[in-house]
């Protein structure tokens, strides 16, 4: 069976992202001593999705790995991934974008024509 990896090719940054993820959250399991079996049911996934998870897999959801890490008490920081607060890039090409001046239209207060 071809595996997850050489099906569907990650950029290496983001196959990092994962594997250390997956090894975090395995790290995270057994410094809580928690049994794979025991972790898998509490977050209502199966054994074998849970070992894909502590291995990086591209093909799980991320509900699933949410899942893992509510049950970890780790899920805190998920919701802030893609936070448009911490959106450097977006908020710079936002930033190019503002005019150099604003002009008001007229009849509008304090607008052309209001002079």
């Not at 959801?61 to 890490?69: D, E, F, N, P, Q």
């Amino acid at each position: 069976m071809m595996s997850n990896r050489s099906r569907n090719p990650l950029p290496p940054p983001v196959r990092e992202v994962l594997d250390k993820l997956g090894a975090d959250i395995k790290s995270a399991r057994l410094r809580r001593r928690v049994r794979a079996v025991t972790l898998a049911e509490r977050a209502r996934i199966s054994r074998t999705t849970l070992h894909k998870i502590e291995r990086g897999d591209s093909g799980v959801s991320m509900g699933k790995y949410a899942s893992v890490l509510h049950v970890l008490d780790l899920h805190a920081g998920v919701g802030q991934l893609a936070d448009r607060s911490r959106d450097r890039r977006g908020l710079d090409v936002m930033e190019e974008r503002l005019p150099q001046r604003v002009r008001l239209p007229r009849g509008y207060p304090g607008g052309a024509g209001d002079r």
